[in-house]
């Protein structure tokens, strides 16, 4: 029976509920107001995948504290606009070893999309091995729209997820699906109504993967990603400074300037 040794209390921006019984980790996302995504918060959750590693977690669902408003805005727009050259580094090095970590999971992964899950907002999901959406929210990568060039794993994702034809007009047309074009298109598996159903689903998946063996089951869980990961692990010191340098360009700087302010326009302040 899998026990728990970690203590996952310390952890600031996630709520834990690891279920004893069956060894299924709940993970909520919780930082306001919409779970973008920070250093901090990226550091906080690749040490969270150790900490469910090492308690032989047999199952993992993400959801969102801030239930039918976001699972997550992305990546956090003011803390990459004007960064420091060594936080904008830091910030795209702890972005590509969560989003591989999670990609490869010795234990399977499920996304439960309480909430909107726009560019940034749809890494966790796509680095899961099953996603589950709620109705009325909109979920896609449209960097292209902020003038972002998508990295090669990112696109690897969306084409491992929707394939190639789907991926290619999805990526170059800044879509953000609603939750019924999103299922018809496969970037969700399944619709719930609510989200106590969607983790039921989210259950009944984990479930299933349980009846494989666990060490052949990653095995051909690596195999089969193959393609991402070898995007992931290509020429990372180049890619990575790609990123860095697009982030720090006057371009995508203007373009988070102008987003900055499209929000606070919206709430009037
Ligand atoms: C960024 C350059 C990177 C270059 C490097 C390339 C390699 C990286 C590859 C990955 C590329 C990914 C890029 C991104 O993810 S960019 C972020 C994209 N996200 C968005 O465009 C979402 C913007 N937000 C929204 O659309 C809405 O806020 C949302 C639908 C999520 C929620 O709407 P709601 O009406 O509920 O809430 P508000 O709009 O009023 O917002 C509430 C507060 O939250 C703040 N907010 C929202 N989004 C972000 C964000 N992304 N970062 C930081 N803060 C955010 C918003 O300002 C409000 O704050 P205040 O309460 O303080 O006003």
């Known amino acids: 029976m899998p026990y728990v040794c970690a203590d996952y209390s310390k952890y600031k921006f996630v709520n834990v509920c690891w279920?004893?019984?069956n060894g299924i980790a709940t993970v909520t996302l919780k930082r306001p107001p919409v779970n973008s995504l920070t250093a901090e918060f990226l550091r906080e959750l690749s040490s969270l995948l150790l900490d469910l590693e090492k308690d032989e977690t047999q199952g993992?669902?993400?959801t969102s504290e801030f239930d039918e408003k976001v699972f997550s805005a992305g990546l956090d727009f003011k803390e990459l606009y004007r960064p420091s050259i060594d936080h904008a580094k830091e910030f795209m090095s702890l972005l590509h070893s969560f989003?591989?970590?999670?990609s490869c999971t010795a234990y399977p992964t499920v996304a439960v999309i309480n909430g909107h899950a726009p560019a940034g907002g749809c890494i966790i999901p796509l680095c899961c091995e099953y996603r589950i959406g709620l109705n009325n929210f909109?979920?896609?990568?449209n960097e292209l729209k902020f003038g972002i060039l998508l990295p090669d794993w990112?696109?690897?994702l969306m084409i491992h997820t929707i394939g190639s034809r789907n991926a290619e007009q999805a990526i170059l047309s800044?879509?953000?699906?609603?939750s019924e074009h999103a299922l018809r298109i496969g970037l969700v598996d399944?619709?719930?109504?609510?989200?106590e159903v969607a983790l039921e689903k989210a259950t009944a998946f984990l479930n299933k993967a349980k009846i494989v063996n666990r060490s052949l089951r990653l095995d051909a869980k690596l195999h089969l990603r193959?393609?991402?990961l070898q995007e992931f692990q290509k020429d990372i010191e180049n890619e990575l400074a790609k990123n860095v340098s697009l982030l720090m360009s006057d371009k995508v700087q203007q373009s988070l300037d102008a987003h900055i302010k499209i929000l606070k326009e919206k709430r009037g302040n």
Do not use: Q
Request: hydrophobic share 40%; no cysteine.
């Open 226 to 228: 193959r393609p991402i």
């Open 60 to 62: 993992l669902i993400f």
């Open 154 to 156: 990112l696109s690897s």
């Open 19 to 21: 279920n004893s019984e």
């Open 99 to 102: 989003s591989f970590r999670l």
């Open 190 to 195: 399944e619709i719930a109504p609510t989200k």
């Open 174 to 178: 800044g879509t953000l699906f609603s």
């Open 138 to 141: 909109n979920i896609g990568l």
